[in-house]
């Protein structure tokens, strides 16, 4: 499986943002995505996990009620809508595809930037 991460940018706080993770292969609809971030200086953190299906979805504290995650298999694309974005939520935001919490595949990074 081979992804691309995208829809980065630069909002102000309380903004807006929708990531897409395109993924490419006929088994893109087999695995789990996750969606990871990594501040500047800080250590990589999960943010939301979407199972194969979409129908089950796991959110890190920080992020509940604010990100959702979602995926499309027929387009091959797994999704993270961002809402009341907060400077804490800078960072590098990476998706990747795995089963069993293992994730083996990893798309580049997409840069989100929240200015106060």
């Known amino acids: 499986v081979q992804l691309q991460a995208s829809g980065g940018g630069l909002v102000q706080t309380g903004g807006s943002l929708r990531l897409s993770c395109a993924g490419s292969?006929?088994?893109?609809?087999?695995?789990?995505i996750g969606w990871f971030r990594q501040a500047s200086g800080k250590e990589r953190e999960i943010v939301t996990t979407i199972s194969w299906s979409g129908n089950n979805t796991y959110y890190a504290d920080s992020v509940k009620g604010r990100f959702t995650g979602s995926r499309d298999n027929a387009k091959n694309t797994a999704y993270l809508q961002m809402n009341s974005l907060k400077p804490e939520d800078t960072a590098v935001y990476y998706c990747?595809?795995?089963?069993?919490?293992?994730?083996?595949?990893w798309g580049q990074g997409t840069l989100v930037t929240v200015s106060s």
């Open positions: 990747a595809a795995g089963n069993r919490g293992e994730y083996r595949y």
């Open positions: 292969g006929r088994t893109f609809a087999t695995h789990a």
